[in-house]
């Protein structure tokens, strides 16, 4: 059965850093890539950061770059979305997700994935 487990989430101050870990299982995640989808409070979701199954590519929404990097271990199934400069607006739900056949590419889209996980929150407060 194929699962995706995040954890990291918490409260944090402005210009803080916090790491996620999507942990995968049920699948192999070498042809799968992964993004990292927020959820703002009121507001639809938005792709922030995804990678290709190969880790060879990366997109990152104009929002985070600079400041989010993904990486991934294949070897040990899980996903990393560190976070640093965290701006309030950086506050919300995040949820990683997964699509099978994408060795070498990945989308911000939200509609692309097809796995999903149960979404970590994060506030971003003084």
């Known amino acids: 059965q194929l699962q995706l487990v995040e954890s990291g989430g918490g409260l944090v101050q402005p210009g803080g850093s916090l790491r996620f870990s999507c942990a995968v299982s049920g699948l192999t995640l070498d042809y799968y890539a992964i993004g990292w989808i927020r959820q703002a409070p009121g507001k639809e979701g938005e792709g922030v950061i995804c990678?290709?199954?190969?880790?060879?590519?990366?997109n990152y929404a104009d929002s985070v770059k600079g400041r989010f990097t993904i990486s991934r271990d294949n070897a040990k199934n899980t996903v990393y979305l560190q976070m640093n400069s965290l701006k309030t607006e950086d506050t919300g739900t995040y949820y990683c997700?997964?699509?099978?056949?994408?060795?070498?590419?990945?989308?911000?889209?939200?509609?692309?994935?097809?796995?999903w996980g149960q979404g970590t929150q994060v506030t971003v407060s003084s």
């Open positions: 990678i290709s199954g190969s880790g060879g590519m990366t």
């Open positions: 997700a997964a699509v099978g056949g994408s060795a070498y590419v990945c989308s911000m889209s939200t509609i692309w994935y097809d796995y």
